[in-house]
């Protein structure tokens, strides 16, 4: 009889469930209204992650998606100009929500990695002309989803920052995997973030929590944020039961990142040679894009994939992501070789 294995998910690090110890956490949660400011469970989260970023004030909301539009529209006015890299997730991935919540005209700009350097937002910044929309906002993302979880250098990031607040601009950091900079590099959080006025940050990746993610940064924004958070429906009662999976995420998940970035290293050496499949960025942390050179394209690798117990997903023409997670053991990742290994064989 064959034996049948169970099938290895690598589409995203957000299709993680709740472990039975966060679950625990969960059910032991002291809850209020939190819509009211009085549930302690979601008070002790935002402060805690405020305090691990250097920020004044955090705000948990449902999505990195909520989190980051919250950042742009608490920071902007209709009509203004934000720029940003070509391949940002709030560009990209986030349904147009920038023109359709903020009345913003986003300015995209090509750079290598995903690493928007001062020079590329400074040729891309409008001028004083009553013609053009007047900036406001310079957005960064680290890691950088699309460019393969790639670290963005810091000192690029504190760039930026400078330059920006000089010319009195401000700036956003969408830091959903920032947990993954901070594990590489070894840099504190509130080190990774100094340069930037906002930062959101998410638990559903990497860090195994089923909800949320937290918008931190000065007094002012965050309670400007707070109240468009309850204009877009983002306002919940008791969610301390959510919030409670956030906290012991980061007590027990956060170090453990370092397991998912040598999982990616070996898929991505494991690939190395192959005649149809290479990878297509540098492996930084837990992301790796495979390009395909093979009829089919990006649909035959993941339907061969998943013939083969592992999913994976299309993540434009002729390229796939794989995403090691809080799911993934050591003894998965030669199974997801074999399998990428045997491709076009």
Known sequence: MTTRHPVIDMRSDTVTKPSEGMLRAMCAAEVGDDVLGDDP????????????????????????????????????????????????????????????????????????????????????????????PPPSLVCLENTHNRAGGRIVPQDMVATVGRQAHARGLR???????????????????????APVDTVSVCFSKGLGAPVGSVLAGDRATVARAYRFRKMWGGGMRQSGLLAAACVYALEHNLARLAEDHAHAAAIAAGVAGHPCLSVGHPVDTNIVIIDVAAPGGEGALVAHLAAQGVLALAFGPGRVRLVPNLENKGEDIPRVVAALASFGA
């Open 41 to 132: 469970t979601v008070q002790r989260l935002q402060d805690h992650v405020a305090a691990l970023l250097g920020k004044e004030a955090g705000l948990y909301v449902p999505s990195g998606t909520m989190s980051n539009q919250l950042a742009v529209k608490a920071q902007t006015s209709p009509g203004d100009q934000v720029v940003l890299e070509d391949g940002a997730h709030i560009y990209r991935y986030e349904a147009g929500a920038p023109a359709v919540l903020s009345g913003v005209q986003l300015t995209c700009v090509e750079a290598p990695g995903g690493c928007l350097d001062w020079p590329r937002v400074a040729g891309a910044l409008n001028g004083d002309n009553v013609h053009c």
């Open 171 to 193: 700036v956003h950091l969408d830091g959903a995997r920032l947990w993954h900079a901070h594990v590489k590099q070894g840099l504190s959080l509130a080190e990774l973030v």
